[in-house]
């Protein structure tokens, strides 16, 4: 069982340049979330789903798009990276919010660096 | 929409001694308030959690407190440890609405030997 899997964990890209994260979870959740996080802010978030299919704008939408084509996996693309968005991005999971002790499960993060 | 701030955002303090960490919240319909630690280089990972129920929640060296008149919840630390250095997170959200958990700015939290 290895709970939140992201890929890659670290990248380097070029501004403008494009790319896609992958958040895989094997626990069946229902919930998934994308954060950065930032030195000095906290966790913030970009994206969620509530199910497969479903995707939901957070705190930070802009300049990232989400898919959730499977319940398994949730995609966060870049389609042209600026520096701003050089942060550690997280993806977390959790079953169906509002029934009870529902926390987040949290993937080892990426780290992404835009020159 | 809802806001959390949390103090300090650094802490040292003498193995053995307590910590605490407190956090408000601006938004009167949160109703779960969960607590992360994050150690350097890994994932945060939920230590300990409170719904709006409940005034105290303690487990072992952890304990939770939470003043829903005042909207303001805090960790307490009893007896440090060396692997208790950390950042720890607080966090404010409704069951409802996935999108509206908001994570306090986080506090480095150093156990001095």
């Known amino acids: 069982n290895a709970g939140v899997t992201q890929t890659p964990k670290f990248r380097v890209l070029k501004t403008g340049q494009s790319m896609t994260l992958l958040c895989a979870q094997d626990?069946?959740?229902?919930?998934m979330y994308w954060y950065r996080q930032d030195p000095g802010m906290g966790l913030r978030l970009i994206h969620y789903?509530?199910?497969?299919?479903t995707t939901a704008k957070g705190e930070v939408p802009d300049g990232y798009n989400v898919s959730r084509l499977k319940k398994q996996n949730f995609l966060l693309g870049l389609e042209s990276a600026a520096p701003s968005q050089t942060s550690v991005y997280f993806c977390?999971?959790?079953?169906?919010w509002g029934t009870g002790d529902q926390p987040q499960h949290f993937g080892d993060g990426t780290r992404l660096s835009i020159l | 929409g809802e806001n959390v701030e949390q103090h300090p955002s650094t802490l040292s303090v003498q193995e053995g001694d307590s910590a605490v960490i407190k956090c408000t919240y601006s938004?009167?319909?949160?109703?779960?308030f969960p607590w992360y630690k994050q150690e350097l280089g890994k994932r945060p990972q939920l230590i300990i959690d409170?719904?709006?129920?409940?005034g105290e929640k303690k487990d072992q060296r952890i304990a939770v407190t939470l003043n829903k008149t005042a909207k303001h919840f805090s960790l307490h630390i009893t007896e440090t440890q060396p692997e208790d250095s950390a950042v720890y997170f607080c966090?404010?959200?409704?069951?409802?609405?996935?999108?509206?958990?908001?994570f306090g700015s986080g506090t480095r939290l150093s156990i001095r030997p």
């Open positions: 977390a999971s959790s079953s169906s």
């Open positions: 938004d009167s319909a949160s109703n779960y």
């Open positions: 409170i719904r709006s129920n409940v």
């Open positions: 966090a404010a959200s409704m069951y409802s609405s996935a999108s509206k958990i908001i």
């Open positions: 626990m069946n959740h229902e919930y």
């Open positions: 789903s509530v199910g497969e299919g």
